[in-house]
């Protein structure tokens, strides 16, 4: 492999996944996300995105072609994954401090000292605006703090890729907004490589550097350009290349779907 090839991101080779013998739930299909880029994922429901997440994540073995990570295979190497799942995925008898702590411990065991460990959970609990309910349990919690929580923890695990699968779904308008915001300063903070999935288009744009569109069977990836991205956060929404870019997506979305 030659040493360009290291820092190549994760590269999707002709994946095929199935679940069972029969029609594919995704694929056949290729895709290439660059170290630290971020990339949004837009499907219609069925179409294999979160199939094509828990195979990345290491969660589904039945799949034909190659997931690779900078340069080499994902699953033999292990390269370490945070998955946000879309229904936050916290254990209900731990308070959300030790949440973090379980999920670290699981993920790098005796990998650093205990001072180091609670020092980073106080900083991610912090930087997710949530350091006032660490003692608190998941079940105390509105929708948008346990998001907050399932975000604070996959980052804090410091991991090569991020996979987030329709995360923000299930909030409000106002607290899904402030949620892609922070969660945007995270990552231009800790650029670690990500696949966002969403249902929704200008999530998909405020979000992605770059645009999956995925057809469904999830056969066919359109990847579109976004110079939205590269605006200031607060700035997206109102300006032309979000109108524009809108557009564009919903066209590809009505010719495809
Ligand atoms: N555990 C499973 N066993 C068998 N088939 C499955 C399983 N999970 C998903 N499928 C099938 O695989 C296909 C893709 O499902 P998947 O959940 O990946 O779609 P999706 O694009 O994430 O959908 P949505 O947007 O509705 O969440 C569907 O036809 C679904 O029925």
Redesign the pocket.
């Known amino acids: 492999m030659s040493s360009s090839s290291n820092k190549d991101g994760l590269r999707i080779n002709g994946l095929t996944?199935s679940?069972?013998e029969g029609?594919p739930?995704?694929g056949p299909a290729s895709l290439h996300i660059p170290e630290h880029g971020i990339y949004t994922l837009i499907?219609?429901?069925?179409?294999?995105?979160?199939?094509?997440?828990?195979a990345i994540a290491g969660l589904l073995p039945w799949y034909t072609g190659d997931i690779i990570y900078n340069g080499q295979a994902a699953h033999g190497r292990d390269p370490l994954i945070g998955l946000v799942p879309?229904t936050y995925g916290l254990l209900p008898w731990k308070n959300v401090t030790a949440n973090l702590r379980t999920a670290l411990a699981v993920t790098l065991p005796g990998r650093e000292r205990k001072e180091e460990r609670e020092e980073r959970i106080r900083r991610w609990l912090e930087a997710m605006g949530i350091a006032d309910l660490a003692g608190r349990y998941p079940l105390s919690l509105s929708g948008g703090q346990q998001q907050r929580v399932a975000v604070a923890r996959a980052f804090a695990l410091l991991p090569e890729i991020m996979l987030l699968?329709?995360p923000f779904s299930a909030l409000d308008a106002v607290t899904r907004e402030t949620l892609q915001r922070l969660f945007l300063e995270n990552w231009r903070t800790h650029p670690v490589t990500a696949l966002f999935?969403t249902?929704d288009v200008e999530e998909a744009i405020l979000l992605g550097e770059r645009i999956v569109i995925?057809a469904p069977g999830?056969r066919e990836l359109d990847i579109i350009d976004n110079p939205v991205f590269s605006l200031k956060h607060e700035d997206k929404r109102s300006s032309t290349e979000f109108f524009e870019q809108t557009k564009l997506i919903r066209k590809v979305m009505q010719e495809k779907w």
């Open positions: 996944i679940y069972k029609t739930a995704f499907g219609p429901s069925g179409c294999g995105k979160s199939t094509l997440l828990r879309q699968d329709e999935v249902h995925m999830g």
